[in-house]
């Protein structure tokens, strides 16, 4: 059997004890920093899929079962360091990929994930951490067919962030000392994060859309992507399993030796039966 | 050892214990301990697994057999790192020294031998700071086992390795388990230069010669306060 093109592969030393040759779905990121429209996308992209009929399961940063409750508490009393603050993600990410990515992956299904390990790299980076460090510790996560990568600037950021929600602890970067106005504070880290962002996007090849696009034009875009990637996903399944059945198509069948005449070498392929009968 | 950072100027000793559990390695800490104290070192003592950061994770992940080998490794991952960030480093750099009840050795033996990949397991713990005397008190898995289970009612899942699936019978698994983590323990001796001590020995035998490394480290360095 000929294997597949693109055989899912962990992104580092993986998980010894996890098989995951037989996961037959599809891994769809989205990425981008805070308020970019991440789930607004995710959540359009689920309903159309669903319309057409494939399986979709959502994952979302931090919504694990083990490790939800103690990051919220942890954020919420401000006691993380650059460390701990990776570990956190770490182990919230590895609990939802083994319980829930993989899982799904194994029954078939389009898992969306929104945010996906680079999130952490690059909050993890702009906070000091060592960028080979990080990567290793997310080793076990699988690499996903597609990125997809909402693309903003910080000055278009800062207006839709305001417009929707206050100005987050976290999503500001307060931890960091950038300054005491938050304001400030978001800008200086948001710059940064969306730096960390456009330079992974060459890394890893992410998908780049223009988040400052209205929403429908961008939907438009993702649907794209994602219909591209799942036809080359059929055609590539396809083509694997005409694969395995080419012999029943287009050989001849076997010529069975009749009352032990055998006529010599007439088809090498085939491997002559031991005599006997 | 590399570090996500360079490592900080730190002044005071760390020294670690290690062993499988039921080799004796926590009674020897509470005995050096003691000794130390009674020669006027300030001392700091910090035990696994006890950050209250990952406490409520770790205790419903272990209640509700939520782990997987790669989550055990994480969240005991980020508990060091608390720890190594408020009870390790702090004390190290104001020059005092401290005594750890199991240490990163620890989480390699037991996670490998969960199944985790080696070197994965290496790189996560590579913010540590490395120690500057490791004692790991080696026994028999025979002895260790039957020290452990004369005293305890009851071993837990975790403790027994019951998420590998090596025996339904708590006690087998405890077993093979432990047997598992005492190879990697072996295995480890030489490249992380442990001392390794006869945890079979006399307790107050096993002492002197803890004592007697351990005099070294302060003899061969100017004291602490002397920067």
Not at chain 1, 138 to 153: E, Q
Not at chain 1, 253 to 277: D, F, I, N, Q, V
Request: proline share 5%; with cysteine.
């Amino acid at each position: 059997m000929t294997p597949a093109a693109k055989p899912r592969r962990y992104f580092g030393h993986g998980l010894p004890y996890c098989d995951i040759r037989d996961l037959t779905g599809t891994l769809i990121t989205l990425e981008g920093t805070d308020g970019v429209g991440r789930s607004t996308q995710v959540r359009l992209l689920k309903g159309w899929l669903e319309v057409q009929g494939y399986g979709v399961i959502e994952t979302g940063w931090t919504r694990s079962e083990l490790m939800s409750e103690t990051i919220g508490a942890a954020k919420a009393g401000h006691n993380l360091n650059q460390l701990t603050f990776s570990l956190l993600y770490a182990t919230d990410f590895a609990d939802r990929l083994e319980k829930i990515v993989i899982p799904a992956l194994r029954s078939g299904f389009v898992v969306l994930a929104d945010r996906y390990m680079y999130t952490a790299f690059a909050r993890s980076v702009v906070r000091g951490a060592d960028p080979g460090w990080i990567r290793s510790v997310f080793g076990f996560a699988l690499v996903p067919d597609l990125v997809l990568h909402l693309k903003i600037d910080v000055d278009t950021l800062v207006p839709r962030v305001l417009r929707g929600r206050r100005m987050d602890y976290w999503e500001s970067g307060m931890d960091m000392h950038l300054g005491s106005d938050p304001y400030e504070s978001f800008r200086k880290y948001q710059r940064k994060l969306i730096r960390e962002y456009n330079r992974m996007s060459r890394e890893f090849g992410f998908v780049d859309l223009d988040a400052t696009l209205p929403i429908d034009a961008i939907q438009e875009k993702v649907r794209a992507r994602v219909k591209a990637l799942l036809e080359e996903r059929k055609i590539r399944a396809l083509t694997e399993s005409l694969e395995t059945i080419r012999p029943l198509l287009f050989d001849p069948e076997p010529e069975k030796p009749r009352g032990g005449l055998e006529t010599a070498g007439a088809r090498g392929s085939t491997p002559a039966p031991s005599s006997g009968g | 050892m590399k570090s996500t950072k360079r490592n900080p100027p730190r002044k005071g000793k760390l020294i670690v214990v290690e062993g499988i559990d039921g080799s004796g390695k926590s009674t020897q800490v509470q005995l050096l301990l003691k000794w130390l104290e009674a020669r006027g070192e300030q001392v700091f003592f910090t035990e696994w697994n006890s950050s209250e950061l990952v406490r409520q994770a770790t205790k419903r992940g272990k209640r509700k057999n939520l782990l997987t080998p790669s989550t055990f490794s994480l969240l005991h991952a980020t508990d060091f790192a608390d720890r190594l960030t408020y009870h390790i480093l702090p004390y190290l750099k104001a020059g005092m020294t401290v005594l750890a009840d199991r240490y990163i050795y620890t989480a390699f033996a037991r996670d490998i031998a969960r199944g985790v990949d080696p070197r994965w397991v290496r790189d996560l713990y590579s913010f540590a700071v490395p120690p500057d005397a490791v004692f790991y008190f080696r026994v028999p898995l025979e002895v260790a086992t039957a020290r452990i289970l004369s005293t305890r009612s009851k071993i837990k899942f975790y403790e027994a390795g019951m998420d590998l699936g090596l025996s339904n019978d708590p006690v087998e698994s405890f077993k093979l388990f432990q047997g598992r983590v005492l190879k990697e323990y072996d295995r480890m001796a030489p490249e992380y230069q442990f001392k390794v001590m006869d945890g079979t020995r006399s307790i107050d035998g096993q002492q002197q010669k803890v004592r007697a490394v351990v005099g070294k480290l302060y003899d061969s360095a100017p004291a602490a306060e002397a920067s």
